[in-house]
């Protein structure tokens, strides 16, 4: 048996109000290098033991592999293909269009969508066809948000139809057509700034369908769509997630074919055998690692760092992705720790000199623990760095190095504020903590591992951090905020967002959540901007995986903190889409 020792730790004190001191039980493999004071008192976080193990991981087993699978799921598209093409009503088109999407296999189908939605409705409709000429709120709706969905400049004032000319807001008469109403309210959730028309959509359409839960009717699968859109737009929801739901959803209605619910069923759990070897290759090289039992500190989370890749990229050929991020997220998770629970001023300060010089002779200035965690981050980058060169001849090193040292550095100044006792401004806070959510360091490592051909343009935005990596990157700090910041500053922490703005305005909590609220409902009508924009050097697979980053920070952080804490939520969903495949007698 190990010997054990104990280091005397606290959680950090802010300003001159003293916490409580306590031991820590740490075992022996907890090395300090001559560098570290055995007495130096540190903050521990109680971070629970993961749930998931390395033997449950690797006993991971599916049916859904093989010949007879493929053959099926080969027919059975062809199938499905078959039929978007022979339907000709352009309501129609829609409404299967929208019900493959949410089903989770339209990444099969994307250049026959886009046929459809070009020539048959956006070349027609756009100029007064069918679409247009009935006064018909739903497939208004629907087209409109399928168009802007795939990029096309759909006006916002075909809704100026609905509204009432003389008292300028929308007609009363339309809160009967709820299902009309639900599609106005997913579509304007696609809106961008100044676009009022829009604003006004969903301000009428929230409240219609808030009244509509209230009331007591019948309807019983409507009333779930309505629950379901109001919790979170679908604009704003993970692809993979609303799959499994409305799968269930599909199922039971009327107008169900079985032809793609099967489809659906078939290729969901042929992806989820897909993600359990990525799963179980990222286990072992965890495993490897040995943070979980040198660095007993930091969150052990490797079950819910891969879950964040398959919200980012689930699709079956971005393996390589997945595993690459499943380490960066590691990493950044382990550091994160260093920064926030572990580490001392003086030891981040050369932690953060030694990832910014990206010299491994620096680690002999490092305490043992930081050692193991400086030689993994450069092993494991620069084994990346020489992934791309190998694949696209392009030496990346200095653009994954500079991204990483930018994100210690944030770390860095926010330890210098706690230990200063220094609360910032929400500016102040805001305009360091968009690096700090580690969005652009991960957003550097997809754009080399998705992209080919890599363009000087796009290199050259990257390194800026452009404007939907920034987008992307506040919804991600800001969701965060909303669902960790009252726990971390509990145990001991930076004031987030939300205490930086009552601070500065005197606001109580529910309003600043509120203000924080605003402020990710404005940055989406950004970033929908600049999605759309046709000046945009990356394409359009990079700016749809930065937008999935986003949807899966709101996501993890919908109930609190779901990446820290993996039992609720966050273990449904582990199990929903990463162990339990769809049962044939569901």
Known sequence: ?????????????????????????????????????????????????????YDYIQSLRSEYVGESCTRRIEKLKGEVRTMLHKVVDPLQQLELIDIIQRLGISYHFESDIRTILEFNIYNTNYQGGYMCKKDNLYATALAFRLLRQHGYSFPQEIFNRFKNNELGCFEQSLCDDIKGILCLYEASFLLIEGESVLEE?????????????????????????????????????????????????????????????????????????????????????????????????????????????????????????????????SLITTIDDVYDVYGTLDELELFTDAVERWDVNAIEQLPYYMQICFL??????????????????????????????????????????????????????????????????????????????????????????????????????????????????????????????????????????????????TTWKKFNEERTANSSPFPETFVEIVMNFARMAQCMYQHGDGHGVEYGETKDRVLALLIHPISKHQ
């Open 1 to 53: 048996m190990p010997t054990i020792s104990y280091h005397l730790v606290t959680s950090r004190t802010s300003g001159s109000v003293p916490r409580a001191f306590k031991y820590c039980k740490a075992t022996s493999s907890e090395k300090i290098s001559s560098h570290s004071d055995i007495n130096v008192v540190r903050q521990s976080a109680n971070y629970h033991p993961p749930i998931w193990h």
């Open 201 to 329: 959509a969903r301000d009428f359409a929230t409240k219609t369908l808030k009244e509509f839960i209230m009331k007591l009717n019948t309807d019983q699968k409507l009333s779930a769509m309505v629950s379901h859109a109001l919790e979170l737009p679908l604009h704003w929801r993970i692809q993979r997630l609303e799959a499994r739901w409305f799968i269930d959803v599909y199922r039971s209605r009327e107008d169900m074919n079985p032809m793609l619910l099967e489809f659906a069923e078939l290729d969901f759990n042929m992806v989820q055998a897909v993600h359990q070897e990525d799963l179980k290759q990222m286990s072992r090289w965890w495993s490897n690692t040995s943070f979980g039992e040198n660095l007993s500190f930091a969150r052990d989370r490797l079950m819910e760092n891969f879950l964040w890749t398959v919200g980012i990229s689930f699709q079956p050929w971005f393996g390589y992705n997945r595993r690459m991020l499943t380490k960066v997220f």
């Open 376 to 521: 993994s981050l450069h092993n494991s980058v620069n084994e990346m760095a020489f992934d791309t060169l190998k694949e696209k001849g392009l030496n990346n090193i200095r653009y994954l190095k500079t991204a990483w040292a930018d994100l210690c550095k944030s770390y860095l100044l926010e330890a210098k504020w706690y230990y200063s006792g220094h609360t910032p401004s929400f500016q102040e806070y805001i305009e360091n903590a968009w690096i700090s959510i580690s969005a652009p360091v991960i957003m550097v490592h997809v754009y080399f591992a998705i992209t080919n051909p890599i363009t000087k343009e796009a290199l050259g935005c990257l390194e800026e951090y452009s404007n939907i990596i920034h987008c992307s990157s506040m919804i991600s700090r800001l969701a965060d905020d909303l669902g960790t910041s009252k726990a971390e500053v509990e145990r001991g922490d930076v004031p987030k967002s939300i205490q930086c703005h009552m601070n500065d305005t005197g606001a109580s909590e529910e309003d600043a959540r509120e203000y924080i609220r605003s402020l990710i409902g």
